[in-house]
């Protein structure tokens, strides 16, 4: 298996798996201030990293991600190996989040929480990545910034999302959920609300 990164108490009845974004690692500092967060507020978190990212480490190239059926099953092992879906809420940035909720219903994982759900790419709403959402069981919270160009709350209204979803905005935030200045918010204020809804969604599992 290989490196994960763990924060937080060992001895917690849920484990929080995460998997990073498209073009960031699982250190990146949204994924550290997701992750140390959590573990603040008394949860176990667990970041990897796809074959791809892990990859970028040793040879220095900057490769798109992996094909779909290989990101599925990373996450498969992931979760396997931190003792079963049961025991996890599953999810992550983006691209992370996307492939978690592919496979949640299939791993039996306790809850799916999705950071900046890629509903479809910037500027093309009509290519939607929604299909798998209107049948999906696992209990899920989607955090989505208010300026997200991957689904804004204009967007979303329009979808047909299975009813085990929960969305929640982060005010005025983009794809990482950074406001702009003029908002009189922060990006650690946001990060925070994020974290903390997060922390909301865990308890009621």
Not at 61 to 88: F, H, M, N, Y
Not at 114 to 139: I, N, S, V, W
Not at 149 to 156: A, I, L, Q, R
Not at 186 to 199: G, P
Request: proline share 7%; net charge positive; aromatic share 6%.
């Amino acid at each position: 298996m290989d490196e994960l990164l763990i924060d937080g108490p060992a001895a917690a009845e849920l484990t929080v798996v995460l998997a990073h974004g498209a073009g960031a690692p699982m250190d990146s500092p949204f994924m550290n201030e997701i992750a140390r967060g959590l573990a603040r507020r008394g949860l176990r978190v667990a970041r990897f990293e796809f074959a791809y990212m892990a990859r970028r480490r040793t040879d220095g190239k900057r490769p798109g991600p992996d094909r779909a059926p290989l990101l599925r099953s990373r996450w498969l092992q992931v979760i396997e190996a931190l003792g079963g879906g049961g025991r996890t809420i599953i999810g992550g940035k983006s691209l992370g989040g996307r492939i978690a909720s592919l496979v949640a219903d299939a791993s039996g994982a306790r809850g799916l929480i999705c950071l900046g759900y890629p509903f479809h790419p910037p500027g093309k709403p009509d290519r939607l990545r929604t299909a798998h959402l209107q049948t999906l069981a696992t209990p899920t919270l989607i955090l989505q910034g208010t300026r997200d160009p991957f689904g804004s709350p204009e967007d979303v209204a329009g979808y047909d999302l299975s009813q085990a979803i929960r969305l929640a905005w982060i005010v005025d935030g983009d794809h990482s959920f950074k406001p702009r200045v003029r908002s009189g918010r922060t990006l650690s204020m946001n990060l925070d609300d994020a974290v903390s809804l997060m922390v909301e969604f865990a308890a009621g599992l």
